[in-house]
T-cell receptor, first 116, second 116 residues
Framework: EAGVAQSPRYKIIEKRQSVAFWCNPI?????LYWYQQILGQGPKLLIQ????????DSQLPKDRFSAERLKGVDSTLKIQPAKLEDSAVYLC??????????????FGPGTRLTVT | AQSVTQLGSHVSVSEGALVLLRCNYS??????LFWYVQYPNQGLQLLLK??????LVKGINGFEAEFKKSETSFHLTKPSAHMSDAAEYFC??????????????FGTGTQLKVEL
């Protein structure tokens, strides 16, 4: 079974530029998550999709970040314009389960973003 | 609100020695608790999880954790460290999300170093 795929793996941009990250979850997984992991911290949830609907985006900076999951499969996270503090690893995760707090999330390798 | 606190951002042990990584949780309801491991430039991988079935939980790679309600703790242990255990370890607490899926709140992580 293929894991969660993310691209690109690394990205360097200048502040005020835009950037997009792509995630393809494990086949059949209904729930998809985007996390931001700043160096020295644990991952922080940005947005969660259930199929192609958003169930939690309370910590997404909506003035500059956007995300979509068309057709309930792969997803794109965009930052426009980027700030220095957006430098982080962006992790995508997916889960096959539609409900319950005890279920595992499967993580991709992440995209390391550096904003200069 | 749920949270976890990981004591010690860096832990160093000798190869063959006991590994003990500390995690304390705060939750108003019976918690679901997870330990994830992150190797350099990789995503997070599940080590083990507590879902109230048993207080002593065994995971992959010889790791185990014991849930102690009286101490609000879920410490991770391994009897004998191996060089390959060097990585960052995250404790997380989970809660169900209305609309589907679950929300993981991570600690700040503990970097484990294994020395010869």
């Amino acid at each position: 079974e293929a894991g969660v795929a993310q691209s690109p793996r690394y990205k360097i941009i200048e502040k005020r530029q835009s950037v997009a990250f792509w995630c393809n979850p494990i086949s059949g997984h209904a729930t998809l998550y985007w996390y931001q992991q700043i160096l020295g911290q644990g991952p922080k949830l940005l947005i969660q999709f259930q199929n192609n609907g958003v169930v939690d985006d309370s910590q997404l900076p909506k003035d500059r970040f956007s995300a979509e999951r068309l057709k309930g499969v792969d997803s794109t996270l965009k930052i426009q314009p980027a700030k220095l503090e957006d430098s982080a690893v962006y992790l995508c995760a997916s889960s096959p389960y539609t409900s319950g707090a005890s279920y595992e999330q499967y993580f991709g390798p992440g995209t390391r973003l550096t904003v200069t | 609100a749920q949270s976890v606190t990981q004591l010690g951002s860096h832990v160093s042990v000798s190869e063959g020695a006991l590994v003990l990584l500390r995690c304390n949780y705060s939750s108003s309801v019976p918690p679901y608790l997870f330990w994830y491991v992150q190797y350099p430039n990789q995503g997070l991988q599940l080590l083990l999880k507590y879902t109230s079935a048993a207080t002593l939980v065994k995971g992959i790679n010889g790791f185990e954790a014991e849930f102690k309600k009286s101490e609000t703790s879920f410490h991770l242990t391994k009897p004998s460290a191996h060089m390959s255990d060097a990585a960052e370890y995250f404790c997380a607490v989970s809660r169900r999300i209305t609309g589907g899926g679950n929300k993981l709140t991570f600690g700040t992580g503990t970097q484990l170093k294994v020395e010869l």
